[in-house]
T-cell receptor
């Protein structure tokens, strides 16, 4: 069945480091892909999305490119800040318009 | 409203009591979802409403859980005879389903604590 796998956390980085959080998916077609973020004590927010192959989603300095060849949607940011500390969830939209979620990756940024 | 709202924001109850959690979706959104998030865990799908179709209840963990959506808008999630393992944050989301790329917009959640 369809699934999403993302790297286990926590991921701990120093401020201004480069960030990559890996996400891969399995699906029968080409689903829309999403990254959601959950800041401490807050609800889930859409960070970025891509709806077709080779699309790049971007927001707040974060980027992710829809790679159908590697079935991946890795999240990247060139220079992280303490305020980026949060839990990041990768997800795909299945044919029933339901989101299939990864387990989440906790990101900790140290000053 | 401007976003998805949920009430109450926090609920503390005693084991065995019934609780009702409310979700007000974004106006015009046809799809509404309930999820559960236990401490430090990912999202667990509970139930999905789409328009006037029969809801997808495949994620409900037991028959103590039920949900309804009145008039295609507000939804109530009911947990009967609560157990300690029901303690979690219950999240509601809504979307246009097949517009906007299926993006789901989340409410702030209801934190349920069963003593």
């Amino acid at each position: 069945g369809d699934s999403v796998t993302q790297m286990e956390g926590p991921v701990t980085l120093s401020e201004e480091a480069f960030l990559t959080i890996n996400c891969t998916y399995t699906a029968t077609g080409y689903p829309s892909l999403f990254w959601y973020v959950q800041y401490p004590g807050e609800g889930l927010q859409l960070l970025l999305k891509a709806t077709k192959a080779d699309d790049k989603g971007s927001n707040k300095g974060f980027e992710a490119t829809y790679r159908k060849e590697t079935t991946s949607f890795h999240l990247e940011k060139g220079s992280v800040q303490v305020s980026d500390s949060a839990v990041y969830f990768c997800a795909q939209l299945d044919s029933n318009y339901q989101l299939i979620w990864g387990a989440g990756t906790k990101l900790i940024i140290k000053p | 409203g401007a976003g998805v709202s949920q009430s109450p924001s926090n609920k503390v109850t005693e084991k065995g009591k019934d609780v009702e959690l409310r979700c007000d979706p974004i106006s015009g959104h046809t799809a509404l979802y309930w999820y559960r998030q236990s401490l430090g865990q990912g999202l667990e799908f509970l139930i999905y409403f789409q328009g006037n179709s029969a809801p997808d209840k495949s994620g409900l963990p037991s028959d103590r859980f039920s949900a309804e959506r009145t008039g295609g808008s507000v939804s109530t999630l009911t947990i009967q005879r609560t157990q300690q393992e029901d303690s979690a944050v219950y999240l509601c989301a809504s979307s246009f389903r097949d517009r906007g790329g299926g993006t789901q917009y989340f409410g702030p959640g209801t934190r349920l604590t069963v003593l």
